[in-house]
T-cell receptor, first 111, second 116 residues
């Protein structure tokens, strides 16, 4: 079975400050990891993903996440946030065995 | 442009009535999904389909039904058996197991159902 834990339900941060949104997962098989962003009353949009290769992945708008297999984590970071980053962020995990996606409970980033 | 269209965006229904939410995609994706979103609970999988004329229950399928008669369409019916149907419903699609890799999910804009 797979599960995703996002410990922080809300993260307040000042504009231009750095931020880290935490994500831990549990899985007995190889996984693929994703971060999605959701603006109010909209669907989710893919922010970045880890499938294989380099453990550090980046998005086009300055976010990055690092896959840490030993700590089963995939934390999302941004060195300097903007007001437009205010949204809810979801971590998700999937495996190629079942083609199902499991989501964390989300973290609301308030800039 | 390619994408996923959900309708209606907002829906009000009386308790005890069935309601069907539409989901159409023109991305030529094999797999489609329905999720339910409640505040503070993330997304929970209702049903998913990896191929036409086949679908599987997710974690919270009770009180819901689906069909997959066409590749492009995956409607969800919220029946009167669903105890607490008021929620935000999200439809998604993916390339499925193309190349042996699970492709990411593409989401619609969602449908907000309120049962009065």
């Amino acid at each position: 079975a797979q599960s995703v834990t996002q410990l922080d339900s809300q993260v307040p941060v000042f504009e231009e400050a750095p931020v880290e949104l935490r994500c831990n997962y549990s899985s007995s098989v190889s996984v693929y990891l994703f971060w999605y962003v959701q603006y109010p009353n909209q669907g989710l949009q893919l922010l970045l993903k880890y499938l294989s290769g380099s453990t550090l992945v980046e998005s086009i708008n300055g976010f990055e996440a690092e896959f840490n297999k030993s700590q089963t984590s995939f934390h999302l970071r941004k060195p300097s946030v903007h007001i437009s980053d205010t949204a809810e962020y979801f971590c998700a995990v999937s495996s190629n065995n079942f083609n199902k996606f499991y989501f964390g409970s989300g973290t609301k980033l308030n800039v | 442009d390619g994408g996923i269209t959900q309708s209606p965006k907002y829906l009000f229904r009386k308790e005890g009535q069935n309601v069907t939410l539409s989901c159409e995609q023109n991305l030529n994706h094999d797999a489609m999904y329905w999720y339910r979103q409640d505040p503070g609970q993330g997304l929970r999988l209702i049903y998913y389909s990896q191929i036409v004329n086949d679908f599987q229950k997710g974690d919270i399928a009770e009180g819901y039904s689906v069909s997959r008669e066409k590749k492009e369409s995956f409607p969800l019916t919220v029946t009167s058996a669903q105890k607490n149907p008021t929620a935000f419903y999200l439809c998604a699609s993916s390339t499925g197991l193309a190349g042996g890799i699970a492709g990411e999910l593409f989401f619609g804009e969602g449908s907000r159902l309120t049962v009065l």
